[in-house]
């Protein structure tokens, strides 16, 4: 059979399918990839280079690995065998010394001829069971270092923790042989000690004790070409060398091997652990000659295709900025707002843009190529325009443009700026010039109007009655003042400096709390926080104008960045004064009140002066009928005139209490007392409520704060409110169980108003209608029949200048109301030291009509 043609090989379609890819992409993109593909090829080959090296270094790594685990396993087995026969040696030696009785020089005999054959044993030594020595030998090389026949030491000491201790304890107690830990020799060497216990009919009568030098263990058992190949060292339990085959430099730290593999020393198992270290014997992979001469082609590989790609994409992008060029031009003369005219040195228009045809009317080919005067020159300012174009042609043209009137194609006007540029050849040489010409019709009328607009405002600022200033806080020049600021204080900045606190001469209003700085602590400060800070107005008298004026000022930016304050000051002389008249006709309200309070009480007043005036009557008419009929001793008249005196100084005092209460005096606030203010209201209104068959009972708190406040005023409130409740009292005519009233003081702290002194009035009276509270504190509104409506209302106006608050509320059981309580707030003077009201413990105290 003719054989079978075989299959085609696909590379011919993936050929063609990978230059068909090839033949759709563009030629930048092929570029690009012609430059990536050699870079990426280097970078592959660097890298492989870089996993071979890799690799051989691990390979080595293994192999060096292993041996050194390898010549490890084979010292460990070394020793362990030569410990094993020896310690089998001194089993049978043991047997030999207590059952047959030997003697020392038997012993010694035995001992010379072990030790003479191991020089890793330092003494063999015969102890009994009490730790004392009956024999011992030295080996050869430690019987000059070690000075004694009885290495103290070393040996167990009863009572102690020492290793050589711990050891031979063990081998009393477990009855076999026991290595004791590694500890310092008496040449101060590393050594351990093997400990065979020795037995007389079953019980322990001692043990012989074998010392192996460590280091010579590793001197002489370490097999000589494993010493060569790797270092053999023994390490504690805590790792640290003990021994080595390798010594380190005095004074240098041994280096630690990358390369190590531990094993236990057996038949030891006391800690002591072998240790194998070995180095790698080929250079590393960065001390390779060969790796970086091949680094180094591969990044001079790299660095030529990186430059020859950095040429290629600096051409491609002049490529690409010159067709963005072009495309900008094309783009700037179809939709470019801002016309452009370009014409030769002679005059003659050689380019105009679709915008300047746009806003002129005119097509292109109607204006190319024409010399002045132009389609678009309005025929009244052709001479004009004539002596513009030459200033133009002759380049003094100003740099800020020429605004021009431009006559479209229908006839119309529309008003333009032009600003001119000298047209430059490749070679340097001027060629002509460029206009851009912008229409400005729109900008211009919106300047018309903001002019118009700063008129009107202008005009505003002169029209009012405040004066408005701004003054420059760097400069100190006057940049803006209103006709009222000119007609006060003229065009110096003189006065906006005095209501600004500035100068001297401008003083705070009374009462105010904030003081004039003499120099402005802003101006420092940056414009942004200045700009955004608060104003409080400030109330200031001026002596050369005898006015006042309430002063508010606030820092802005003005129309050239620089930083500013205004200042707005509106006369408030006129205020002030109606404000004075007021707080006089208050005063006058109060004392009025005061003395309508007193003439209410006047028959109450009266029968309180009566009882002692009545007393003094009786007392003088006994004394003068005792005298005449000559029967009064002087002790019984002294008496008398004693009781006539007291009787006296309770009328004066009650007379006293009452003037005080409504002698006319200024308001003034001073650190005060409430226990002080309720005993005085409390003395006044006595006598009322002893008329009216009303009792008080009053509860004032210990140590309450000091209050700033017009002692005179709350008294007049406390006894307004004391005598409204015994009112209420007796009009209702209740039963003497409930002819009571509270009055509370204590302290209150509330999230609104802060620390408070509340003050409370509570009485048992029939309480408060509900239409009638809220109208309570209305002038002229009051409940009582023969009421003039002003008490209460006086009272809260009182409160609330002292900055407190006044409540009224009824006091129910079930749906009826049983009581009223009148209270009002006074905020504690915070400046004032605060202090104990009474030294006196606390109490309530009753008063009974």
Request: hydrophobic residues 40%; charged residues 20%; aromatic residues 6%.
């Amino acid at each position: 059979m003719p054989p079978t043609q075989a299959p085609a090989a696909p590379l011919p379609t993936a050929q063609r399918l990978i230059d068909s890819w090839w033949r759709r992409q563009s030629l930048a993109r092929q570029d690009r990839f012609a430059t990536l593909a050699p870079l990426l090829s280097v970078l592959l080959f660097l890298a492989a280079i870089i996993s071979a090296f890799w690799y051989l270094r691990n390979e080595e790594t293994e192999r060096e690995s292993e041996s050194v685990k390898r010549d490890t396993e084979i010292t460990q087995q070394q020793i362990g065998l030569h410990l094993i026969q020896n310690q089998e040696h001194l089993i049978r030696m043991a047997r030999e010394l207590v059952p047959q009785a030997t003697s020392t020089d038997a012993f010694d005999q035995q001992a010379r001829a072990f030790v003479r054959d191991r020089p890793e044993v330092t003494h063999l030594t015969w102890l009994d069971a009490q730790r004392q020595i009956k024999a011992t030998h030295w080996g050869m090389l430690y019987e000059a270092s070690s000075g004694a026949d009885q290495p103290q030491p070393t040996l167990p000491v009863a009572g102690q923790g020492s290793a050589a201790e711990a050891a031979f304890r063990a081998a009393r107690e477990s009855r076999a042989p026991v290595y004791s830990h590694a500890f310092p020799g008496s040449t101060g060497a590393a050594v351990f000690q093997l400990y065979i216990p020795l037995s007389d009919h079953n019980a322990f009568a001692g043990a012989l004790v074998a010392e192996y030098s460590i280091e010579s263990l590793v001197r002489h058992f370490v097999p000589s070409d494993v010493a060569q190949r790797h270092m053999i060292s023994v390490l504690d339990e805590n790792k640290h060398l003990l021994a080595a085959t390798i010594t380190a430099m005095p004074g240098q730290a041994s280096r630690r091997s990358p390369l190590f593999s531990d094993a236990p020393l057996t038949p030891v198992l006391n800690g002591l652990r072998l240790r194998g270290q070995g180095w790698r014997t080929s250079i590393g992979l960065v001390n390779n000659t060969l790796f970086w001469m091949v680094v180094a082609l591969s990044i001079l590989t790299v660095w030529m295709l990186l430059g020859s790609w950095r040429h290629m994409r600096r051409r491609s992008q002049i490529q690409g900025a010159l067709v963005a060029e072009t495309n900008f031009r094309r783009a700037m003369e179809n939709s470019m707002p801002t016309g452009m005219r370009a014409m030769d040195l002679e005059g003659h228009i050689t380019y105009v843009n679709a915008a300047f045809c746009q806003m002129t009317g005119f097509a292109s080919q109607e204006m190319v190529g024409i010399l002045p005067p132009y389609p678009y020159w309005p025929p009244d300012r052709i001479e004009e325009n004539s002596r513009l174009l030459q200033q133009e042609l002759q380049g003094r043209s100003p740099s800020g443009g020429i605004e021009v009137k431009v006559m479209r194609k229908d006839g119309t006007l529309f008003d333009a700026r032009m600003y001119v540029s000298p047209l430059i050849d490749p070679r340097g040489q001027q060629t002509g010039w460029m206009t851009s010409v912008t229409n400005i019709t729109e900008a211009k009328r919106i300047r018309d109007q903001l002019s118009a607009s700063h008129e009107r405002f202008t005009t505003v600022l002169e029209g009012l009655d405040a004066s408005v200033s701004v003054l420059s806080v760097q400069q100190g020049e006057l940049l803006f003042a209103n006709r009222s600021y000119r007609l006060w204080f003229g065009g110096d900045a003189g006065g906006h400096q005095l209501m600004a606190g500035s100068a001297v001469g401008a003083t705070a209003a009374a009462g105010s709390t904030d003081h004039l700085d003499e120099v402005d602590g802003l101006s420092g400060l940056p414009t942004q926080d200045l700009t955004e800070a608060g104003t409080h107005p400030r109330e200031v008298y001026v002596e050369a104008l005898q006015k006042w004026f309430d002063v508010r000022s606030r820092y802005l930016q003005w129309t050239d960045g620089r930083l500013a304050q205004m200042l707005i000051a509106t006369d408030i002389t006129a205020r002030l004064r109606a404000e004075e008249q007021a707080a006089a006709q208050a005063e006058k309200a109060q004392v009025t009140s005061r003395l309508v309070t007193m003439g209410e009480m006047a028959s109450s007043v009266a029968h309180e002066l009566n009882q002692p005036l009545t007393a003094i009557t009786n007392y003088c008419n006994g004394m003068v009928s005792r005298v005449q009929a000559a029967t009064i001793q002087q002790d019984d008249l002294i008496a008398a005139l004693q009781k006539t005196a007291r009787q006296a100084e309770r009328a004066g005092q009650i007379i006293h209490r009452i003037r005080a209460f409504v002698k006319r005096s200024e308001p003034q606030r001073q650190p005060a007392q409430a226990r002080q203010i309720v005993e005085d209201a409390v003395d006044l209104a006595g006598i009322e409520l002893r008329r009216r068959h009303v009792a008080i009972h009053t509860y004032v708190a210990q140590r309450l704060p000091t209050i700033l406040v017009d002692p005179i005023l709350i008294e007049q409130v406390v006894l307004n409110l004391l005598k409204n409740a015994a009112e209420a009292i007796d009009s209702a005519q209740l039963p003497p169980a409930r002819r009571h009233i509270e009055l509370r003081v204590v302290p209150r702290h509330t999230a609104e108003e802060g620390g408070v002194i509340e003050f409370s009035v509570t009485d048992m009276g029939p309480g408060i209608k509900d239409e009638m509270i809220d109208r309570l504190y209305e002038a002229f509104f009051s409940t009582k029949p023969e009421g003039l409506g002003i008490g209460l209302s006086l009272c809260r106006s009182i409160v609330e200048s002292h900055r407190g608050r006044m409540r009224a509320q009824n006091l129910y059981n079930g749906s009826q109301a049983v009581g009223c309580r009148f209270s009002f707030t006074l905020p504690v003077d915070s400046s004032a030291r605060t202090e104990a009201a009474a030294t006196s413990p606390e109490g309530e105290t009753s008063t009974n009509s």
